[in-house]
């Protein structure tokens, strides 16, 4: 079955979606990062959909959930480089998808979890010593 | 007989051409056409025998039915010279006297080649003809100016809608006029363009021109912000005047967002936010002087 590739960056997973995302396609990927998570112990994960020119309510949701498993995983999800179009779709779908970090682009994004990779070893850093 | 009415008025013309285009014409320079200098005399002569002619061709082909496919030239010509009149600023009844001047000279001329009953007939056909073409002109100005309303308004939707670039990765949008769902949709597709063309990080919504600020607006401006955010740009909202204040917390609107009163306060925030500062010029010399 057709899969979509999780790439490991440093302390962060990197997500391009680059194919037509179909329901089923949305839950393997699903799966797949929440065992990357724990298999890596990644701190952040980055989802690219500059590629992405159909969403509908399932993907909208799909976005939800993952942000919200990776989470509760420890691990921040920023959705980088959405298209306009695409943002008021979400928007009119009544999808603002508040749980999420987003960013304007793959580089910013990084930079964002990176600061957040920081601050977090920066206390957990205090608290262990 | 009806059969014959439109060639006996078509010979009338023929016959007192010459006569018929003089009155008219004399009619039209009276009609105030030309003391406005909007139309010289020269152009008014063109479309005056223009219309003749045409009119001839058309009485002609189609007998005295407006509709028929023997006017279509006629049609034209009128619409086009109801246009060009529209444009140049003149009103309904100066438009429709164009063709309305020509009654008397044809009312003339026909009593004057038939006896009394045959000459009533033709006057009440010639009045039939001329009413259904001055309407007509009237319909094609009334057209372009409907046209010329509808493109000032697209003018006005995308002149009041423009993006500003502040500073690197700031952007402002001056909100300026009502905001109804037509114009938040322009408004949202430009600013989500412009942060991507920009790369912005901070959009600052100035909505210092929205004359009211109503659950609809607040809500048309919050999902403008949800769209930014999606994008990777956080929102400010500024320009929120005193009386809107008081009216947005009396009708309970929550703008879930920052807001600052004016868009000088917005761009400091948004200078910090993006960790810069803005400092006096003078005091950074006098310290490194010292």
């Known amino acids: ?129 | 007989m009806p059969a014959s009415s439109h060639s006996e008025i078509s010979a009338i013309i023929d016959a007192n051409e010459q006569q018929i285009l003089k009155e008219w014409l004399e009619a039209l320079r009276q009609g105030a056409s030309l003391e406005t200098g909007r139309i010289k005399e020269p152009e008014l002569n063109t479309q005056a025998k223009g219309f003749f002619s045409h009119l001839r061709g058309a009485l002609r082909e189609g007998g005295l039915d407006v509709r028929s496919r023997g006017y279509e030239t006629l049609r034209s010509f009128l619409a086009e010279v109801s246009r060009t009149r529209a444009l140049k600023g003149y009103s309904p009844s100066e438009t429709a006297m164009f063709v309305f001047s020509l009654k008397r000279p044809l009312f003339d001329a026909a009593a004057k080649s038939a006896d009394a009953s045959a000459a009533a007939q033709r006057g009440w056909e010639i009045n039939q003809l001329i009413d259904e073409l001055g309407l007509q002109t009237i319909e094609s100005y009334q057209k372009v100016r409907e046209e010329v309303i509808l493109r000032q308004q697209s003018e006005i939707s995308e002149l009041s809608t423009p993006v500003v670039k502040l500073w690197d990765g700031v952007l402002a949008l001056p909100l300026i006029g009502t905001l109804d769902s037509a114009r938040t949709q322009v408004v949202m597709e430009n600013l989500l363009q412009s942060i991507v063309d920009y790369g912005a990080e901070i959009a600052v919504i100035d909505i210092t021109g929205v004359p009211t600020v109503d659950t609809l607006v607040a809500q048309h401006l919050l999902k403008t912000v949800a769209a930014a955010r999606l994008m990777g740009a956080d929102c400010i909202i500024s320009g929120i005047r005193p009386q809107i204040a008081q009216t947005m917390v009396h009708l309970g609107v929550d703008l879930d967002v920052t807001t600052k009163s004016t868009l000088a306060d917005a761009f400091a925030v948004a200078l910090q936010r993006m960790g810069r500062t803005v400092v006096d010029v003078d005091s950074i010399a006098g310290r490194t002087a010292r």
């Open chain 1, 1 to 129: 079955m057709e899969r979509i590739p999780i790439l490991k960056m440093g302390d962060a997973l990197l997500i391009t979606i680059q194919v037509d995302m179909h329901d089923r396609l949305a839950m393997a990927l699903e799966d797949d990062l929440t065992q990357k998570i724990v298999q890596s112990s990644a701190k952040g994960v980055l989802i690219d959909i500059s590629s992405l020119e159909i969403v509908d309510s399932f993907i909208g949701r799909m976005l939800d959930n993952i942000a919200a498993v990776s989470r509760i995983l420890d691990a921040q999800t920023v959705v980088v480089g959405m298209r306009p179009a695409v943002a008021i779709t979400l928007v009119e779908l009544g999808l603002a998808l508040t749980g999420v970090k987003t960013a304007l682009n793959v580089e910013k994004g990084m930079a964002l979890i990176g600061k957040q990779v920081a601050s977090a070893r920066g206390t957990s850093g205090r608290n262990a010593g």
